[in-house]
């Protein structure tokens, strides 16, 4: 039977690219940081790496990326002086596991050596209590009387993509704790690991060589005894705010944890994954596959989740590396805030505090990138401070090398709208106004003056437009009236209405001082005329069909097949300027889809079933993005088989790890939190079918057919409810602890729901 909490391989990676796949499957986090899924005695050439959230360096004209840590995890043993690795062609037995329930990993391996084998047994986990804290259990046996000695402590040889991130480097030992210091490149920002161990065999001794700082523990191990030692390390980082020296923290971190012991950490540790798992988890009965794949999709999501008061948020490949420079995209609002929003709220508020905190960022990047443009232009690709890390060179040509110009930084406007929404709607479904007062309101403003700004007024149509645009269709640059990004735009300045209106009715002297503090007052009526008069294409009288921008339909027809048959290379990208799908229909990814998907309730279903059926053949799925947005709207007209298709292709995508790994000659490998938010949004939203305003919750079920029940949590202004789906009911369980009575529309019968009082709702499937 399959165990649905884990994933279990007995199988070593050998090349490059696999161990670099496999490290993100297995890999662990707990939001401060995260430890790829390699090997104890694997260094920077197998692709370790615990990579820091939230501090980013660059060297010389190279990306700007995340730092990681030099490795407090190091450990390698040596049997009668033949040093042993995973891939050193030694060994006779591996298995190595990830546990869902609490980001546990585990390996055991087998090593055969001089007719004698040795056992490795080693867990390690990033604690979910504490931070900066990792724990990691090790163990070895051997069959015979042999001579072993154990390398264990600080690997300061760090992998870099873009580096090195870390200078002045130094190793030294204060009493029994090993620590490493060093400097960012960029900025000067300290990096700090400390090393603890509890140990009570052998000889040690210190060792400064090869770039490490270890500890050497030599010992006569005896025939079929087990050596077990428990290493604790700390990260902190001058982004932490200890209010002590770092070296401090850390030393009296790893000592605290090695005063109350392993198993004193892992407690605390599961309790916090046990809090976690209590709100966020999916049940699905009757399918397994589905099961296990939703849940590794959660278990991702929770592990990436930005940790308290950081204001962090979560890059567009998580904590599995620097790849695509750490950076924040509109895919964390458009994909994964969702997830928080109705089930973790605290998690929400930090991914918005991020945009807040980068709201300056977002301004300088309107100044700089055209004439006239105001207000904030969010970042294509954001890191810490909210400037772009975009290139206007952003992909490389495979076959000649050479930098491609494209306009992801400087013509995908609609970021700015995605955040504004993404804020709005934490407002809406919380109910917490809090965030508005705190700079959410500032934030909107500012993006509906941006847009503004953008916006050209046509006086013959009586019109405002969004031209020269990349929608999410990167495959078409710079087109005119992209129907997601008006879209976009056109909700923006609604949400900057409401907004105003909201915060007069209820913080009147609040807006009166934000409306002087930004200068805005005079330009609100300019507001509300966009938001009238913006144009948005129309779905066609005849076929429903709304063209993706000017001129779509005029372009080539073309089949995905056609294109990919004609490439020369298979990294080859088919957008920019002579990309192979630029003359055609074919498209990177869902986008008036997106749209009908985004804004679901402002079309009919014969709308989005006319609009799926034209694009879908003329999607190439060249995003993680995509597939999520067709398989949710494939359910609102009906087509549950294609959906819980694309379904399994979203959750599964990290599991199976098939995906691209350069596009152009951009490496882009790494995990995809995005698909993994819409596996959820797909599951919950689409096959559950809940719809949540300010208003209300709607529950309108859509079970796909392999599945025989659907239960999950919702959390809603305050509250938390229990739903569970089956093919005739819904039974929604609100908390004993909410404080009010909700009613909730279950297939558009209310549902009155009263604290800890069941009720179950019968209803016919429509579709």
């Not at 232009?377 to 076959?399: I, K, M, R």
């Not at 959390?715 to 009010?740: C, E, H, L, M, Q």
């Amino acid at each position: 039977m399959k165990d649905l909490w884990s994933i279990s391989t007995s199988e070593i990676a050998g090349d490059k690219e696999s161990i670099m796949r496999r490290g993100n499957v297995y890999q662990i986090a707990n939001g401060y940081m995260g430890y790829r899924g390699t090997l104890d005695e694997y260094g920077p050439e197998e692709a370790v790496g615990i990579t820091l959230a939230g501090i980013f360096d660059r060297v010389g004209s190279a990306w700007r990326e995340p730092v990681n840590a030099p490795n407090g995890g190091f450990t390698r043993v040596s049997l009668d002086g033949v040093e042993l690795s995973a891939l050193g062609g030694k060994v006779r037995q591996h298995q190595q596991t990830l546990h869902f329930a609490n980001a546990l990993f585990e390996r055991e391996t087998v090593f055969a050596s001089r007719a004698k084998t040795l056992t490795i047994k080693s867990s390690r986990f990033l604690s979910a209590d504490i931070p900066n804290l990792g724990i990691i259990a090790f163990s070895l046996t051997c069959d015979k009387a042999a001579k072993v000695t154990i390398r264990t402590g600080v690997d300061c040889n760090v992998w870099d993509l873009n580096g090195p991130h870390l200078l002045q480097l130094a190793a030294e030992k204060r009493e029994s704790v090993l620590l490493v210091q060093g400097v960012t490149n960029e900025s000067s920002k300290h990096v700090v690991v400390a090393e603890a161990v509890e140990l009570n065999f052998g000889a040690e001794t210190n060792e400064t060589q090869d770039n490490r700082n270890l500890r050497v523990i030599n010992l006569r191990a005896e025939a079929g005894k087990t050596y077990r030692f428990i290493k604790y390390f700390a990260v902190f980082t001058d982004n932490d705010p200890v209010g002590r020296p770092l070296p401090e923290a850390a030393i009296a971190t790893v000592q605290q944890a090695r005063l109350l012991g392993y198993e004193v950490c892992l407690g605390k540790h599961n309790a916090e994954w046990d809090r976690k798992w209590e709100r966020c988890d999916v049940k699905i009965e009757g399918d397994d596959e589905a099961q296990h794949a939703l849940r590794y999709s959660i278990f991702q999501l929770l592990m990436v989740a930005p940790v308290k008061g950081s204001a962090n948020s979560i890059p567009a490949r998580a904590l599995s590396g620097q790849v695509y420079k750490g950076a924040i995209f509109w895919d964390t609002e458009m994909f994964m805030l969702p997830f928080f929003l109705h089930t973790y709220p605290e998690k929400a508020v930090e991914l918005m505090r991020y945009r807040i905190k980068t709201l300056n960022g977002a301004r300088r990047k309107a100044k700089t990138e055209g004439p006239g443009y105001r207000g904030a232009f969010y970042a294509w690709e954001s890191q810490e401070t909210g400037d772009d890390a975009c290139s206007y060179f952003n992909v490389g040509d495979p076959l000649n090398g050479r930098d491609l110009r494209t306009h992801f930084r400087d013509k995908q406007i609609h970021i700015s709208g995605d955040v504004a929404i993404a804020m709005w709607n934490y407002f809406k479904l919380t109910g917490d106004d809090s965030l508005l007062l705190e700079g959410g309101a500032e934030v909107i403003l500012e993006c509906a003056r941006f847009y503004y700004s953008y916006a050209f007024f046509k006086k013959e149509k009586g019109r405002y437009e969004i031209l020269d645009v990349v929608g999410p269709d990167e495959y078409h640059e710079r087109v005119n009236n992209n129907a997601f990004t008006s879209m976009v735009a056109k909700e923006t300045f609604a949400i900057a209405n409401a907004a105003v209106d909201h915060l007069r009715r209820n913080h009147p002297k609040a807006l009166g001082a934000l409306l002087t503090k930004i200068d805005i007052q005079g330009e609100l009526r300019c507001f509300g005329e966009a938001e009238k008069l913006l144009y948005v294409p129309a779905p066609d009288a005849k076929t429903g069909v709304i063209e993706q921008f000017d001129g779509y339909f005029q372009l080539r027809d073309a089949t995905v097949e056609e294109l990919k048959a004609k490439m020369v290379h298979p990294n080859e990208y088919l957008g920019a300027g002579q990309g192979l799908a630029v003359p055609t229909k074919i498209i990177k990814q869902a986008d008036v889809v997106a749209m009908l998907n985004l804004f679901k309730t402002h079309f009919s279903a014969e709308i989005k079933k006319a609009n799926w059926e034209y694009y879908e053949p003329l999607t190439e799925h060249g995003s993680s993005l995509s597939a999520c947005a067709y398989a949710m709207v494939a359910i609102e007209f009906g087509n549950l088989a294609f959906a819980y298709k694309y379904f399994l292709k979203t959750a599964t995508i990290d599991l199976e790890a098939k995906y691209k790994v350069y596009v152009g000659a951009v490496f882009m490998g790494g995990s995809h939190p995005a698909a993994n938010g819409g596996a959820w949004m797909t599951a919950v939203l689409g096959f559950g079918g809940v719809e949540a305003d300010e208003n209300r919750i709607a529950i309108n079920p859509r079970l796909c057919a392999k599945w025989k029940s659907l239960q999950f949590n919702l959390a809603y202004k305050g509250d938390n409810f229990r739903i569970k789906i089956t093919k005739t009911s819904v039974t929604i369980t609100p908390s004993p602890a909410n404080p009010r009575e909700h009613t909730l529309l279950v297939a558009g019968r209310p549902a009155k729901c009263s604290p800890g009082n069941p009720v179950t709702i019968k209803y016919r499937r429509t579709r």
